[in-house]
C-alpha cells in the first residue's frame, strides 16, 4: 500500500563517525513524525548506522547499489547478502549516476531488481529522463523504456516491495527542481503505466516518490501533488536540519 517516505541518499559522502552523527541526529529530529523514513549511508556506514540505530529504529536503513550475485568472483562489488547482514533492508537500484557514470543499463537493472526481491530486499527503483529528452517530448518514453525493462519479470506480488523514485536527471544536484506540476504529470503517467503492465489498481497502490533537488524550500508544493508520495533527497539528506524540516513539511502537507 501506498506510504509517504522520506528517502535520503547520501551518495560518496559521510565517513563513519560523521554518518553515525548524522543518522543520530535525524533519528531524534524524525522521531514523533508520522512518516517513514530511510537513510542510505555509504557502505562502509551502513552496518555503524544499523548499529547505532537498533533494528527497531524508525530510520531504516538502506544501501545505494549491489551487484545480483550472492557471491563470487566479481572484485570491488558487494551482494545482496552482504547488504543484508550489514543490516540494510533497502536499496536503490538504477540511479542516474550508476546508470550514466558507471554504464548500468536497463538488463543489469532488472538482474539486481529480481536478485533484490528474492533475497527479501526493498529497492526504490529510480528512473527519469535527461534534459535533452524533455526537451525533445521523449519523457515518457523514456520512462516507459525503463520501468518495462527494469520490471520485466517481476510479479505483480512484489510490487509491495518496490517503490518507485521519479528523478528527472536535469534535476539532481543542480538546485533545480522539477516544477510540482511537471513532477506530478510524471508521476500520474507511472502510476498508469504501472496499471497497464501489473493491471488496474497496481499503481495507485504504489508508493512513488520524487527525487531532485528537494529542499525544505520547495517540498511542500510538491507534495501537495496527490500522486507524490514524499521524497527521495540527495545533498539535503546530509544536512540533518533541512531534511528533518523537510519530513516536518511533508507530514503537515500530507494531513498525518
Ligand atoms: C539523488 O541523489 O537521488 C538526488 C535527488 O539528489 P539531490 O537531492 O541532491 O538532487
Redesign the pocket.
Known amino acids: 500500500m501506498r506510504k509517504v517516505i522520506l528517502a535520503g541518499?547520501w551518495?560518496m559522502h559521510e565517513l563513519i563517525e560523521d554518518g553515525i552523527a548524522l543518522a543520530k541526529c535525524t533519528e531524534q529530529g524524525v522521531k514523533d513524525l508520522p512518516i517513514n523514513v530511510i537513510v542510505f549511508p555509504p557502505f562502509t556506514a551502513i552496518h555503524p548506522v544499523f548499529n547505532v540505530l537498533g533494528s527497531d529504529s524508525k530510520v531504516r536503513v538502506g544501501a545505494q547499489n549491489m551487484h545480483y550475485e550472492e557471491k563470487g568472483a566479481f572484485t570491488g562489488e558487494i551482494s545482496p547478502l552482504m547488504l543484508k547482514d550489514a543490516g540494510a533492508e533497502y536499496v536503490i537500484l538504477g540511479?542516474s549516476?550508476r546508470r550514466n557514470i558507471f554504464g548500468e543499463n536497463d538488463e543489469l537493472i532488472n538482474r539486481k531488481v529480481k536478485s533484490a526481491l528474492s533475497h527479501g530486499l526493498k529497492i526504490v527503483l529510480?528512473v527519469g529522463e535527461k534534459l535533452e529528452e524533455r526537451e525533445n517530448g521523449k519523457t515518457e518514453e523514456v520512462i516507459k523504456n525503463e520501468l518495462v525493462s527494469d520490471l520485466k519479470g517481476v510479479a505483480k506480488e512484489d510490487l509491495e516491495n518496490i517503490i518507485i523514485?521519479y528523478?528527472p536527471i536535469w534535476?539532481?544536484?543542480?538546485g533545480v527542481s522539477a516544477k510540482p506540476e511537471q513532477a506530478e504529470e510524471v508521476h500520474k503517467y507511472i502510476r498508469s503505466l504501472l496499471d497497464e503492465m501489473f493491471g488496474a489498481g497496481s499503481g495507485s497502490n504504489m508508493t512513488v516518490l520524487y527525487?531532485?533537488?528537494?529542499k525544505p524550500k520547495n517540498i511542500e508544493s510538491l507534495a501537495k501533488m496527490p500522486d507524490i508520495d514524499g521524497g527521495?533527497?540527495?545533498?539535503?539528506s546530509l544536512k540533518c536540519e533541512d531534511f528533518v524540516e523537510i519530513g516536518r513539511i511533508l507530514t503537515k502537507v500530507k494531513g498525518l
Open positions: 541518499n551518495k540511479h549516476e529510480c523514485a528523478e534535476a539532481i544536484g543542480t527525487g531532485g533537488s528537494v527521495l533527497v540527495g545533498g539535503a
